[in-house]
């Protein structure tokens, strides 16, 4: 079945500044690719999303990019705020499998 | 307008006892998912129907009974409870198993 790995597991910034989120996954047949937030106490909340046909996606301060030659995708936040503390999930969902398959999660910590 | 609604939204109760969670939708969406996410926040599916039918069962006890009555339904059952299955439950849907999917707000169980 699909393996969805995550890095990092947390991950501080200072306010302002970078974030990013770095996902592989195993099964090349995968084409579909969420990312989720979940802060404190709610429930995990899709930001943004990507298939397997586009390279790259932006939603204002937020991007993902996906290469899959090397299975890798990676979620990237610009312009850091302290709203943006939360835990991010990537997920791939598996044209074998039916399922979506979440990586481990990367807790994001932005400094004031 | 709660899309995805699960209730209780807390529960604690002793050993031994037998719960049920209940969940609903009104996104009119074919599949429905109960996820466990343990205290490190991971998410791990443990069912999946489609339109009243199991799809995916992933290894889970057999104490944790779902029960579908009705697409829009998807409820959990869980006998004998033990210590190690307190975690947060969440129930979701999805219009099929290859799309995003839309997390109810979680059912926090604590086992004592």
């Known amino acids: 079945g699909e393996n969805v790995e995550q890095h990092p597991s947390t991950l501080s910034v200072q306010e302002g500044d970078s974030a990013v989120i770095k996902c592989t996954y195993s099964d090349s047949a995968s084409n579909y690719f969420p990312w989720y937030k979940q802060e404190l106490g709610k429930r995990p909340q899709l930001i943004i999303d990507i298939r397997s046909n586009v390279g790259e996606k932006k939603d204002q301060r937020i991007a993902v990019t996906l290469n899959k030659t090397a299975k890798h995708f990676s979620l990237h936040i610009t312009e850091t705020q302290p709203e943006d503390s939360a835990v991010y999930f990537c997920a791939a969902v598996s044209g074998s499998a039916r399922q979506l398959t979440f990586g481990s999660g990367t807790q994001l910590t932005v400094l004031p | 307008d709660t899309a995805v609604s699960q209730t209780p939204k807390y529960l604690v109760t002793q050993m031994g006892n037998d719960k049920s969670i209940k969940c609903e939708q009104n996104l009119g969406h074919d599949t429905m998912y109960w996820y466990k996410q343990d205290s490190k926040k991971f998410l791990k599916i443990m069912f999946s129907y489609n339109n009243k039918e199991l799809i995916i069962n992933e290894t889970v006890p057999n104490r944790f009974s779902p029960k579908s009555p009705d697409k829009a339904h998807l409820n959990l059952h869980i006998n004998s409870l033990e210590l190690g299955d307190s975690a947060v439950y969440f129930c979701?849907?999805?219009?099929?198993?290859?799309?995003?999917?839309?997390f109810g707000e979680g059912s926090w169980l604590t086992v004592v």
């Open positions: 979701a849907s999805s219009p099929d198993s290859r799309n995003t999917i839309y």
